[in-house]
């Protein structure tokens, strides 16, 4: 344990600050997508940094399991955008506006 | 300065520095580029908590597989114009997108702090990386793993669908 776990912590808090960012004021849903995928990695990490510091193999098992539903997520995620982009002609987040009314 | 951890700061630091381009690139294609490089700091970072084989999927299977599929979309999706200037309607919301975001994560640093954690242990992983996760991927976890794979099936299908039939 040659790293502190706090660093993996504080490691872990910085992207999916940043992945929330993104989230927060990018129109474009692609990035908008790459940004979750950024924060499910965030905590990936966490989960690694504990893995490590209570040399316990669950944590990785655990990585193993949030990397599969990721796979499946943008599978699933890019096919809808797909659809979308081929019915309204745009991926901007604030002009798929039809659910407001 | 330990070395493992001088290599541990440097790919912190890529992984954040890479991570903010995401963000800020005005193109999407340039975005997943800079996600690439993230996740090989990510994979880095992996190795250096022996966490191998978790290192080796995450360059396979994100940096390669899911990339390559984002890549994939953005290119038939054609967006040649980049992402429109801001206009002055959005740019409250992005600042407060970001204070939002910082606030949340210092909630988080202060309830986590808060925390004792008790004592990690020294002793080093009885077996190899992958042979120890494939132990216990077979054993405890043998459910869930099954679970995952019908996960999956459900996704490519779900994915065939969507891509066959028009929205009406």
Known sequence: MVVPVYCYLGLSAALFALGVIGVLIRRNVL???MCIEMMLNAVNVAFIGFADYFKAVDGQMFVFFVMTVAAAEV????ALIVAIFRNRGTVYVDELNILKW | MHGLQMIFLVL???ALVSGGFVIFQRHPLRSALWLIVNFFAVAGIYLLAHAEFIAAI???VYAGAIMVLFLFVIMLLNLRQ???EVRFMHLGQKVGGIVLAGFT????????GKVALPPGKSAPLGLGNTESIA????????????VTSVLLLVAI???VVLAKSRLK
């Open chain 2, 157 to 159: 299908v779900g994915a």
């Open chain 2, 135 to 146: 132990k216990l991927l077979f054993t405890d976890y043998l459910l869930p793993f099954e």
């Open chain 2, 12 to 14: 912190a630091v890529v």
């Open chain 1, 75 to 78: 599978a699933v995620g890019l």
């Open chain 2, 105 to 112: 994560v210092l909630l988080v640093i202060y309830t986590v």
């Open chain 2, 82 to 84: 980049p992402e429109a």
């Open chain 2, 58 to 60: 995450q360059v396979i």
């Open chain 1, 31 to 33: 990035v908008i997508m």
